[in-house]
């Protein structure tokens, strides 16, 4: 028997009303397209009846229609005391001419008395007559059960006359919401068993995060035989968000054996949730399960210890099955084996007699407790694991450098830097301005050193992020500058800290160009 989910995207829609989430029309249509690649079965596009975005995206997607994704168009039913197609929202919904249709309806009387201000019987007529006649014009029609659950939990036999509606009007797929989100798993598992054997068409969960509790109750609906989950990537959404289908599609197909996209997409779920991430321009959740930088982060020492010897020992899957990788950190809670590990990973030799890596652990335990954390900063790592057994030759010194900042009036501010450094025995003076001090600094940076290492022209700064932290000596607030490089070939880390902003951004910098042109050094090896 085949276990199929079929995966029911609303980024576009309810993930688009969360409180950070911002996506322009152009936006949406690169997040419909890489859903459509991975292999989403539904994509919602949006409410065209609602605001002329989304109208302007549906039109844009005419244009360029989707390879396997369905896409939909999401939509109230009719208002009160008017004809289904004399609804100026329905029309919209048709004018977008795609083949299926969300309409969402009330399921608890409270709603639709109190809200919608509508008789009880009135909302069923809504209902049925909503459905009925937009599958007269050929659709295929999902019904969205508002707050079904706290419907039925008030008023149990009208929260199922609403879905016997639906059902009456020629719904394909009935979908329970818990639109709150504040149903809790045993109580869904409770009110879905006694409704399931009720409703004749294929079910579907729609679950919101209010309690932690999306995820939780979307695999308890499945194990219950809802056979469509509905969510967004990443759990955007509204307040606590929705159902984050990123890990919806981890649990289901790593933990209970059903086929959403297949083994093969499924190596692409990492990529798709920060592909997703950087279109929204919300920075990636480390700690986000499956697909996090951190879920498969080893730092303690007992730990990587473990790992080394059977990678089950501390990991629940394999994390490149979900297109994520194994990474060991580095920091002074770090025993031996993480360093043995990093060193190999950064194909550098140490001694067989151990004298190397107590010398290394010491320098971290030194700096870490001055404020560096060199867990997130694999860059500057590797050059004081270089630094700190005697591998590491300078490719270029800093003799000195001027940074001035002027301001007049209301006017911007501008930066100027002049940087003095030495190349074996050459000697390089340059100025250089910049929208800020430390934009300036690395103007001038680049520029006196481009004419020995031109290569350097394809790197570029990525992130660039201050924190204010307490060294042990309580005396001064340092801080903790942490910058972001990549070139064509990686993305690096490397950090400073000083109580003077510009000094410790200086640290990070000098590390980012140093790191660089040492990775050139070895690439160029025979
Ligand atoms: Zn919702």
Redesign the pocket.
């Known amino acids: 028997m085949s276990k199929l989910i079929t995966l029911y995207d ?1 980024t576009l829609r ?1 993930g688009s ?1 969360g409180e950070q989430v911002s996506l322009s029309a152009e936006d949406k249509l690169r997040i419909a397209q890489k859903l459509d690649e991975f292999g989403i079965h539904y994509i919602e596009g949006g409410w065209p009846g609602s605001n002329p975005k989304d109208a302007r995206f549906f039109e844009m997607a005419r244009k360029t229609p989707l390879r396997t994704s369905r896409l939909t168009a999401f939509g109230s039913t009719r208002r009160a005391r008017t004809r289904a197609d004399k609804d100026k929202n329905i029309k919209k919904l048709l004018n977008t001419e795609v083949e299926t249709l969300a309409i969402f309806g009330k399921s608890w009387d409270l709603h639709a008395f109190q809200i919608l201000g509508v008789p009880l019987d009135e909302n069923l007529s809504m209902i049925e007559d909503t459905i009925s006649y937009l599958k007269k014009q050929g659709r295929e029609l999902i019904y ?1 059960a ?1 707050h079904f659950f706290d419907g039925y939990k008030h008023n149990q036999n009208y929260a199922l006359r609403t879905l016997t509606a639906a059902v009456n009007g020629g719904a394909d797929i009935i979908v329970l ?1 818990d ?1 709150n989100g504040g149903t809790l798993p045993y109580e869904l598992q409770t009110i879905l068993s006694d409704t399931m054997p009720l409703i004749k068409v294929p079910v579907g969960i ?1 679950a ?1 995060n209010d309690c932690g509790l999306a995820l939780a109750n979307s695999i308890v609906a499945v194990q219950l035989g809802t056979t469509m989950v ?1 969510g967004t990537i990443n759990g955007y ?2 307040r606590c968000g ?1 159902a984050d289908l990123i890990t919806v599609i981890g649990n289901l197909e790593m933990k209970m054996g059903y086929d959403c996209v297949g083994p093969e997409k499924l190596k692409q779920l990492t990529e798709l949730s920060r592909y997703v991430s950087e279109v929204a321009n919300i920075p990636p959740l480390n700690q986000r399960p499956f697909v996090g930088k951190s879920a498969f982060a080893h730092k303690g020492g007992v730990h990587v210890s473990g790992i080394m010897k059977s990678p089950k020992s501390y990991e629940h899957i394999d994390p490149e099955k979900v297109g994520n990788r194994r990474r060991i950190l580095v920091s002074d809670l770090s025993g031996k084996s993480n360093i043995e590990y990093k060193a190999r990973e950064m194909d550098i030799r140490l001694k067989e007699n151990g004298h190397e890596i107590q010398k290394i652990v010491y320098e971290i335990k030194k700096l870490e407790d001055q404020g560096y954390q060199f867990d997130a900063a694999e860059g500057s790592l590797e050059l004081l694991i270089k630094k700190a057994i005697g591998q590491f030759e300078e490719p270029f010194t800093l003799e000195s450098f001027r940074v001035i900042t002027e301001k007049n009036h209301s006017g911007p501010s501008t930066s100027q830097a002049t940087i003095k450094i030495s190349v074996g025995n050459d000697q390089e003076i340059t100025a250089a301005e910049g929208d800020g001090p430390v934009n300036a600094l690395d103007n001038a940076l680049r520029k006196a050193l481009t004419k020995f290492f031109p290569h350097i022209e394809d790197m570029s700064l990525v992130d660039y992020k201050v924190r204010v932290i307490d060294g042990s000596e309580a005396t001064a607030a340092k801080v903790r500058v942490q910058i972001e490089t990549r070139d064509p070939r990686e993305i690096w880390s490397t950090i400073g800290v000083s109580p003077n902003i510009i000094e410790a951004s200086w640290q990070a910098l000098e590390d980012s160009v140093q790191y660089k042109l040492s990775r050139e050094a070895n690439h160029s090896k025979p």
Request: aromatic residues 0%; proline residues 0%.
């Open positions: 609303t309810d009303q969205d508002e919401c639109t729609h919101h509905q959404g509204e929705n």
